[in-house]
């Protein structure tokens, strides 16, 4: 019932031609300047532009009926500040043909799951996919394609003028994430929804969340309390950390799936588990409790491998995080366990893989686990700074597929220069050209591109406190890590990439988006 014949649509897109032509006619007095096509960010896999320009009238509706409703509530929601409009959603099948900006679900194998297709003719924009999550992705294509100052958040003079041509875009891969660390600092909800609503408009897909490190533990969890009452109490430098309740979880998940992105949640083990620890003493090897921990040091706690209580604990965390997550990924961590011996890591890791089955959904580990037996659904994410790792490669042969994060290439935490204020640099100085130079599909050595799930952005925050400093981080590497995962390998062009780059510099300042203005990218002003 959502879905509209083509010809349908195609009528319909003439007739608004001949209806709002008149209507942005009168709103438009000014000599519009359009958006080159060229400027969008990720590069769309085909793009033609028109000599006609489209201007958004402040009578203009937006037709989005059946599954495509919510995405038009979305982008009328994300207009309306900046515009000043009413842009009211059509919600009835038969008033399309008098709409000028068109949201339809129209069959179009070719498309994907993801793609969309966005036609711009003097009197309308037409953006049709086969899933509503094309329409998401494709509504942020049309922002791009709006001035700069669509982007603020208080009325703007306009004219809201598109250029006319027509996008027809897919990604190249079906995994683009971003990952948060809310264990060293914890970050509040709030927060969080900032960073989902400032990642979806680069058609990221995927925000992990690092709920537990040795510095705390950030989510509620019922049969065992303490973790968050007391694990969560602190966090680097010793401030009052914090944690989520099942509810504001919930709220996090709820709100990423409205914006078209999966929360999989990361529980760091068998290392990275002293808030767990000093939170219930029978996890202890020894049972006994160790203090909190407030510092940056990796690699010096464990849980206990050869104890039953280990997995009725894991069995208990990971049933309520499942029962949390809509998503079907849960993320077992397994980096740094130094201090596990290799026996006991794999007994682990093959343990914890299958209680993660037994409640439904498919595990992913931080590469390290690859020493380990892998089930065959099981997903590696690779973070080390070479191309060739034997454990990895093993794995790869066996068909274990990889998210690539390499920390000298995808870690956000790291400096831009020595002089960048927040971040590290034990993985080396990522400026924005490095960011961009490599291909995930041909990074690792012994891993054929089809088993490459995609790429991943992950923000560590040992030194990162405030949003202000998450968006410093990102900005604008995690935009340059989205067109790795999202464009075609044949548009990746450092010299034309960064003239795109540079276009996203005022609608980050009329955000009021934090970024670093990398003197290798020719900022517009
Ligand atoms: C390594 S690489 C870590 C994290 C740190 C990060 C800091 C990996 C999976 N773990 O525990 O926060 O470096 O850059």
Same mark, same amino acid.
């Given at each position: 019932m959502s879905t509209i014949p083509r010809r349908l649509v195609v009528a319909a897109a003439a007739l608004t031609m001949l209806g709002s032509a008149a209507a942005s006619a009168e709103a438009a007095p000014v000599k519009p300047k359009a958006v080159p096509y060229a400027s969008v960010v990720p590069a769309p896999a085909s793009a033609t532009q028109a000599s006609s320009t489209f201007t958004l009238a402040s009578g203009a509706r937006i037709a989005a009926s059946g599954q495509a409703a919510s995405v038009g509530d979305y982008l009328a929601g994300v207009l309306r500040p900046a515009t000043g409009f009413a842009l009211p959603v059509d919600k009835s099948f038969v008033a399309h043909a008098v709409d000028p900006i068109q949201l339809l679900i129209a069959p179009d194998a070719s498309l994907g799951d993801e793609g969309y297709q966005l036609t711009v003719n003097a009197g309308s924009v037409v953006l049709t996919a086969n899933k509503p999550a094309g329409l998401f992705e494709g509504v942020q294509t049309l922002r791009q394609l709006l001035p700069a100052s669509i982007d603020a958040n208080t009325t703007q003079p306009g004219p809201w003028t598109i250029q006319g041509g027509k996008i027809t875009d897919h990604p190249r891969f079906a995994y683009r994430g971003a990952m948060l660390d809310v264990a060293r600092h914890f970050f509040g909800v709030d927060t969080v929804k900032t960073y989902i609503d400032e990642i979806a408009r680069y058609k990221v897909n995927t925000l992990h969340l690092h709920l537990t490190d040795d510095q705390g !533990?950030?989510?509620?969890?019922?049969? !065992?309390?303490?973790?968050?009452?007391?694990?969560?109490? #602190?966090?680097?430098?010793?401030?009052?950390?914090?944690?989520?309740?099942?509810?504001? =979880?919930?709220?996090?998940?709820?709100?990423?799936?409205?914006?078209?992105? #999966?929360?999989?949640? +990361?529980?760091?083990?068998?290392?990275?588990?002293?808030?767990?620890?000093?939170?219930?003493?029978?996890?202890?090897?020894?049972?006994?409790?160790?203090? *909190?921990? #407030?510092?940056?040091?990796?690699?010096?706690?464990?849980?206990?491998?050869?104890?039953?209580?280990?997995?009725?604990?894991?069995?208990?965390?990971?049933? +309520?995080?499942?029962? *949390?997550?809509?998503?079907?990924?849960?993320?077992?961590?397994?980096?740094?366990?130094?201090?596990?011996?290799?026996?006991?890591?794999?007994?682990?890791?093959?343990?914890?893989?299958?209680?993660?089955?037994?409640?439904?959904?498919?595990?992913?580990?931080?590469?390290?686990? /690859?020493?380990?037996?892998?089930?065959? /659904?099981?997903?590696?994410?690779?973070?080390? #700074?070479?191309?060739?790792? %034997?454990?990895?490669?093993?794995?790869?042969?066996?068909?274990?597929?990889?998210?690539?994060?390499?920390?000298?290439?995808?870690?956000?935490?790291?400096? =831009?220069?020595?002089?960048?204020?927040?971040?590290?640099?034990?993985?080396?100085?990522?400026?924005?050209?490095?960011?961009?130079?490599?291909?995930?599909?041909?990074?690792?050595?012994?891993?054929?591109?089809?088993?490459?799930?995609?790429?991943?952005?992950? *923000? !560590?925050?040992?030194?990162?406190?405030?949003?202000?400093?998450?968006?410093?981080? %990102?900005?604008?590497?995690?935009?340059?890590?989205?067109?790795?995962?999202? /464009?075609?390998? %044949?548009?990746?062009?450092?010299?034309?990439?960064?003239?795109?780059?540079?276009?996203?510099?005022?609608?980050?300042?009329?955000?009021?988006?934090?970024?670093?203005?990398?003197p290798q990218v020719p900022w517009a002003k």
């Amino acid at each position: 019932m959502s879905t509209i014949p083509r010809r349908l649509v195609v009528a319909a897109a003439a007739l608004t031609m001949l209806g709002s032509a008149a209507a942005s006619a009168e709103a438009a007095p000014v000599k519009p300047k359009a958006v080159p096509y060229a400027s969008v960010v990720p590069a769309p896999a085909s793009a033609t532009q028109a000599s006609s320009t489209f201007t958004l009238a402040s009578g203009a509706r937006i037709a989005a009926s059946g599954q495509a409703a919510s995405v038009g509530d979305y982008l009328a929601g994300v207009l309306r500040p900046a515009t000043g409009f009413a842009l009211p959603v059509d919600k009835s099948f038969v008033a399309h043909a008098v709409d000028p900006i068109q949201l339809l679900i129209a069959p179009d194998a070719s498309l994907g799951d993801e793609g969309y297709q966005l036609t711009v003719n003097a009197g309308s924009v037409v953006l049709t996919a086969n899933k509503p999550a094309g329409l998401f992705e494709g509504v942020q294509t049309l922002r791009q394609l709006l001035p700069a100052s669509i982007d603020a958040n208080t009325t703007q003079p306009g004219p809201w003028t598109i250029q006319g041509g027509k996008i027809t875009d897919h990604p190249r891969f079906a995994y683009r994430g971003a990952m948060l660390d809310v264990a060293r600092h914890f970050f509040g909800v709030d927060t969080v929804k900032t960073y989902i609503d400032e990642i979806a408009r680069y058609k990221v897909n995927t925000l992990h969340l690092h709920l537990t490190d040795d510095q705390g !533990w950030r989510l509620q969890i019922n049969s !065992w309390p303490k973790l968050a009452t007391y694990g969560g109490s #602190t966090e680097v430098g010793g401030g009052a950390g914090g944690y989520y309740t099942q509810a504001q =979880y919930k709220d996090i998940v709820a709100y990423a799936a409205s914006r078209y992105i #999966t929360i999989i949640p +990361e529980v760091d083990m068998p290392g990275h588990t002293n808030a767990a620890l000093a939170s219930y003493a029978e996890l202890n090897c020894n049972g006994v409790a160790p203090p *909190l921990y #407030t510092g940056t040091d990796v690699g010096f706690s464990t849980l206990c491998v050869g104890k039953d209580v280990t997995y009725k604990f894991l069995d208990d965390v990971i049933g +309520e995080l499942a029962a *949390l997550t809509p998503g079907p990924y849960i993320h077992i961590g397994g980096d740094e366990s130094k201090s596990t011996s290799d026996a006991d890591y794999k007994t682990f890791v093959a343990k914890v893989q299958q209680i993660v089955a037994n409640h439904g959904k498919t595990a992913i580990g931080w590469h390290d686990i /690859s020493k380990a037996a892998l089930l065959p /659904s099981t997903i590696g994410q690779y973070w080390d #700074t070479t191309p060739t790792n %034997a454990s990895v490669q093993a794995a790869a042969k066996k068909g274990t597929h990889f998210i690539l994060s390499p920390a000298n290439l995808a870690y956000l935490d790291m400096k =831009y220069t020595e002089q960048t204020p927040l971040g590290q640099d034990w993985a080396g100085l990522i400026e924005a050209k490095d960011a961009y130079s490599w291909d995930p599909g041909k990074y690792l050595t012994g891993v054929n591109s089809s088993q490459v799930n995609g790429v991943e952005g992950p *923000l !560590w925050t040992e030194t990162i406190v405030r949003l202000a400093d998450i968006q410093y981080m %990102a900005f604008p590497r995690l935009a340059e890590l989205a067109e790795l995962g999202w /464009s075609q390998a %044949a548009s990746h062009d450092w010299n034309t990439f960064k003239t795109r780059l540079a276009a996203q510099g005022p609608r980050w300042k009329a955000q009021g988006v934090n970024f670093y203005a990398s003197p290798q990218v020719p900022w517009a002003k």
